[in-house]
């Protein structure tokens, strides 16, 4: 009994300790200086010469990913990163599909009206804005149960995609737009103003990479976040929970890409050949 007395309190304190705060200027300016590093690292990555994958960068990894095993770590020796007001989380995953190709992976990745059927529970509504050729502009409802709050999350995205040569490319998506709804599902929800809230999610990127080869699509994801500071009196506690979340998520949307691609590919396999005349008048 006084262990889950004590459980209780801890989980209280967290929800008191995590109940409002504001995005401040000089978080967000950390923030898009780190984002704009990661992008500039990415971009030396697919420069001629250089190790484009991060699985290639260990033999043991490599070995791990090529085998059918998801690998997940932290980046920095620092994770998350403190700056000011703020915390920045950043993981990076990555994945081996067979028998693929990157169109493959193309298809279900930038189907973003699908995202609310492909990764569920965390995904509760998705929706395209605008696509064209290199740019898309998407938005997702997301349901956030982190360190016990429970909040619903409504996003924007801007994605960039970089075709670095017939087998390798990337993108590149950042939040363009979050807005925390309180109780969400409940008759006192409320949508509350950007920058506003319990700050456990305030900005969101991401780098998505790829390349075809050994018989099928590796995938990388790069994941980052920013969220409010953790005071220090709950670190002992809160830390090893985010750093947990943050990996279990990761893992889980690269399984989740995984399933997704494979099942898309062998449907499109299995489906009939189009007669050439198919939708065509002058054939009939």
């Given at each position: 009994?006084?262990?889950?007395?004590?459980?209780?309190?801890?989980?209280?304190?967290?929800?008191?300790?995590?109940?409002?705060?504001?995005?401040?200027?000089?978080?967000?300016?950390?923030?898009?200086?780190?984002?704009?590093?990661?992008?500039?690292?990415?971009?030396?990555?697919?420069?001629?010469?250089?190790?484009?994958?991060?699985?290639?960068?260990?033999?043991?990894?490599?070995?791990?990913?090529?085998?059918?095993?998801?690998?997940?770590?932290?980046?920095?020796?620092?994770?998350?990163?403190?700056?000011?007001?703020?915390?920045?989380?950043?993981?990076?995953?990555?994945?081996?599909?067979?028998?693929?190709?990157?169109?493959?992976?193309?298809?279900?990745?930038?189907?973003?009206?699908?995202?609310?059927?492909?990764?569920?529970p965390a995904v509760?509504?998705?929706?395209?804005?605008?696509?064209?050729?290199?740019?898309?502009?998407?938005?997702?409802?997301?349901?956030?149960?982190?360190?016990?709050?429970?909040?619903?999350?409504?996003?924007?995205?801007?994605?960039?995609?970089?075709?670095?040569d017939d087998r390798?490319?990337?993108?590149?998506?950042?939040?363009?737009?979050?807005?925390?709804?309180?109780?969400?599902?409940?008759?006192?929800?409320?949508?509350?103003?950007?920058?506003?809230?319990?700050?456990?999610?305030?900005?969101?990127?991401?780098?998505?990479?790829?390349?075809?080869?050994?018989?099928?699509?590796?995938?990388?994801?790069?994941a980052m976040a920013?969220?409010?500071?953790?005071?220090?009196?709950?670190?002992?506690?809160?830390?090893?929970?985010?750093?947990?979340?943050?990996?279990?998520?990761?893992?889980?949307?690269?399984?989740?890409?995984?399933?997704?691609?494979?099942?898309?590919?062998?449907?499109?396999?299995?489906?009939?050949?189009?007669?050439?005349?198919?939708?065509?008048?002058?054939?009939?």
């Open positions: 009994m006084k262990r889950i007395v004590t459980c209780v309190v801890i989980v209280l304190s967290i929800q008191v300790a995590v109940h409002a705060a504001n995005l401040q200027a000089d978080t967000t300016k950390a923030w898009e200086q780190y984002v704009d590093s990661a992008t500039r690292q990415m971009q030396e990555r697919a420069g001629r010469g250089k190790t484009y994958l991060w699985v290639d960068e260990s033999p043991d990894r490599l070995t791990k990913v090529r085998a059918g095993e998801i690998v997940v770590a932290p980046i920095g020796p620092e994770n998350p990163k403190k700056v000011a007001s703020g915390l920045i989380h950043h993981w990076v995953g990555a994945t081996f599909i067979p028998h693929v190709s990157r169109n493959n992976v193309l298809q279900v990745v930038r189907d973003y009206a699908r995202y609310k059927e492909l990764y569920q509760i509504d998705s929706k395209v804005i605008a696509t064209s050729e290199a740019t898309d502009r998407f938005s997702m409802l997301l349901m956030n149960k982190a360190l016990f709050v429970k909040t619903a999350l409504d996003t924007d995205y801007e994605c960039a995609y970089i075709q670095v390798r490319g990337y993108s590149i998506s950042r939040t363009t737009r979050i807005q925390e709804i309180e109780e969400y599902g409940a008759p006192s929800q409320r949508v509350l103003q950007e920058g506003e809230g319990n700050g456990l999610i305030w900005r969101l990127s991401s780098i998505v990479r790829w390349e075809e080869r050994d018989g099928g699509v590796y995938i990388e994801i790069e920013l969220s409010r500071e953790i005071p220090a009196s709950l670190r002992w506690i809160a830390e090893p929970i985010v750093r947990r979340i943050s990996r279990n998520s990761l893992a889980m949307s690269l399984k989740q890409t995984q399933d997704a691609v494979a099942s898309a590919t062998i449907l499109a396999s299995q489906a009939p050949p189009r007669s050439r005349c198919a939708g065509v008048r002058a054939c009939e």
